[in-house]
């Protein structure tokens, strides 16, 4: 079985400043991790995934997060916030192995990004 | 890329009526898809893992006979909501695997009143 723990429940932060989210995970296993976000009401939106290869990872809209082995986390990171980008984000992982494992979240963290 | 359609996004039922949520791959073949529950300001609960042409597997504490899943087809999963009550308002996400993928619907609004 696996868990996931979002250090962080809240994160306020200016626009234009950077952010970081953490997430470490437990897991017996080797496993795929994702982040993703979601706005309110709506479903989720997959940031960046790691399945494999190189341990940083990026996003089309300036988010990275880098695979740490060692210390069991995933966390994201951007160097400059937008107004828009004030939402949810949860850190998941599933299995490595089949494709049809299911995902384990961790409890999210809402960004409110200010101006 | 892949599309997971959701309806209704929103319904309001009586309470003891039943309601039915339709979750659709639209553009890839699903024969794994999963169904969650998110209560406000929470993560996402996994409910079950609904296979295509067999019977679901549903999570510890989560009564199957209440939360019937149907997934008849590679492209489409329900989820009936039975006998409805005010406690099972929340929001329910379906989400479809393809390949190492998993796209979410984009959830229902439910309120049992």
């Known amino acids: 079985a696996q868990s996931v723990t979002q250090l962080d429940s809240q994160v306020p932060v200016f626009e234009e400043a950077p952010v970081e989210l953490r997430c470490n995970y437990s897991?017996?296993?080797?496993?795929?991790l994702f982040w993703y976000v979601q706005y309110p009401n709506q479903g989720l939106q997959l940031l960046l995934k790691?399945?494999?290869?190189?341990?940083l990872v990026e996003s089309i809209n300036g988010f990275e997060a880098e695979f740490n082995k060692s210390q069991t986390s995933f966390h994201l990171r951007k160097p400059s916030v937008h107004i828009s980008d004030t939402a949810e984000y949860f850190c998941?992982?599933?299995?490595?192995?089949?494709?049809?494992?299911?995902?384990?979240f961790g409890g999210g963290t809402r960004v409110l990004v200010k101006p | 890329g892949a599309v997971v359609s959701q309806h209704p996004s929103r319904v309001i039922c009586k309470s003891g009526t039943s309601v039915k949520i339709e979750c659709r791959s639209l553009d890839f073949q699903a024969t794994t898809m999963f169904w969650y529950r998110q209560f406000p300001k929470q993560s996402l609960m996994l409910m079950a893992t609904s296979n295509e042409g067999s019977k679901a597997t549903y999570e510890q504490g989560v009564e199957k006979d209440k939360f019937l899943i149907n997934h008849a087809s590679l492209t489409l999963s329900t989820l009936t909501v039975t006998s409805a009550h005010p406690e099972d308002s929340s929001f329910y996400i379906c989400?479809?695997?393809?390949?190492?993928?998993?796209?979410f619907g984009s959830g229902t609004r439910l309120t049992v009143v």
């Open positions: 790691y399945l494999s290869g190189s341990t």
């Open positions: 989400s479809a695997v393809r390949d190492y993928g998993y796209t």
């Open positions: 998941a992982v599933s299995e490595v192995g089949a494709a049809g494992n299911k995902l384990t």
């Open positions: 897991s017996s296993v080797s496993v795929y």
